[in-house]
């Protein structure tokens, strides 16, 4: 294996000689008529711009994204972010690298995730929503894929389990809202908030370069998810024709508003609930994101950098240091889920 230098670790002045991933890359004009390539570069650290200058058609067509490459070149700071100035570059096999390198994991084990969903359906008091439950998690083409894309390409839990993460951590808060209004229907509102993003593994390639796949780019999850509750509840006998509906409602609304891509706006309790509980999720994961990969040295209350979901810089002393054996997900000894000592 090549020797890896980490983005997170990088300074103006170095030199630089390390196998990077690229996400995305353009071959773009230069002001004096040449050409240039405009590169996003990623490991398992962050990620860093790169520019190849006097480039050509070839170059570019080594450089597609989703490959890896050996990049030597230099450090350097444009408007207060790191880029790299490649003087050199020699595509690589995936097989030459390590994969752990390049693609940031949930801090959860898959094991504890789906764990925890499998208890919180032993939990549900409505066979129907039970039994859709069940199928949904003995999917295994579907679980395969649920456990592996991002929950986004930008903007929040952008790693390996990035969606079972978000979508464990949509319905353990949908669980701390039924429990404080008992008027909404909680196997309902549950049974939304593990299906409300199911579609996005129709949306999003699992690597290793995360980005969308042309059915979701045609279709969209949303719509890709309701497709999906029709098919998994067709292999239920007498599945009731108006909780599916509510169920579609629900993955249909998530959003909020048409304007942010909803068809539907949320118009019963469970629906409204779940578009706030999973604004939130996405919102402060996006916060959190942004002051971990934030640059700014010393103390400063503000990062550098704005939140490209939030489009604000985000106060840098909002977070408290979560122990390392934090682990909402896994089972406590009498079998059932973990307990927050942090609530």
Request: proline fraction near 6%; glycine fraction near 6%; include cysteine.
């Amino acid at each position: 294996m090549m020797k890896k230098v980490f983005v997170d670790t990088l300074e103006s002045g170095m030199e630089f000689a390390s196998p990077l991933l690229i996400k995305n890359s353009r071959l773009l004009p230069s002001r004096s008529g040449n050409l240039y390539i405009d590169l996003e570069l990623v490991d398992r650290s962050g990620r860093i711009k790169g520019k190849i200058w006097d480039a050509s058609k070839e170059d570019m067509e080594k450089l597609a994204a989703g490959k890896f490459a050996m990049f030597r070149g230099r450090i350097e700071k444009f408007k207060e972010e790191l880029q790299i100035i490649v003087e050199q570059f020699t595509p690589i096999d995936q097989s030459n690298v390590d994969l752990a390198d390049f693609l940031p994991t949930s801090r959860f084990s898959v094991e504890d995730m789906v764990g925890y969903l499998k208890r919180t359906g032993a939990s549900l008091s409505n066979p129907d929503v039970q039994a859709l439950w069940d199928v949904v998690l003995a999917d295994a083409t579907f679980m395969d894929l649920f456990s592996r894309v991002p929950a986004a390409v930008s903007y929040h839990h952008v790693f390996v389990g990035g969606l079972l993460e978000h979508t464990c951590q949509v319905v353990r808060l949908a669980d701390a809202v039924a429990s404080a209004r008992p008027d909404i229907d909680r196997d309902l509102l549950l049974i939304g908030a593990l299906l409300h993003d199911c579609g996005k593994v129709g949306e999003y390639s699992p690597g290793p370069a995360f980005g969308n796949l042309d059915r979701g780019l045609l279709l969209g999850h949303i719509f890709i998810g309701a497709e999906m509750v029709d098919r998994w509840s067709s292999f239920l006998d007498n599945f009731p024709d108006p909780l599916a509906d509510a169920i579609k409602h629900m993955i249909l609304s998530h959003h909020g508003t048409r304007e942010f891509g909803s068809p539907v706006e949320p118009a019963s309790a469970e629906a409204m609930a779940l578009h706030f509980i999973d604004n939130m999720d996405t919102k402060v994961e996006s916060l959190r994101a942004t002051i971990a990969e934030d640059m700014a040295a010393g103390e400063e209350a503000f990062t550098r950098n704005q939140s490209p979901m939030l489009k604000r810089r985000v106060y840098r002393l909002s977070f408290k240091p979560l122990p390392e054996e934090y682990n909402p997900f896994a089972p406590s000894p009498d079998g059932q889920s973990a307990k927050d000592d942090l609530l």
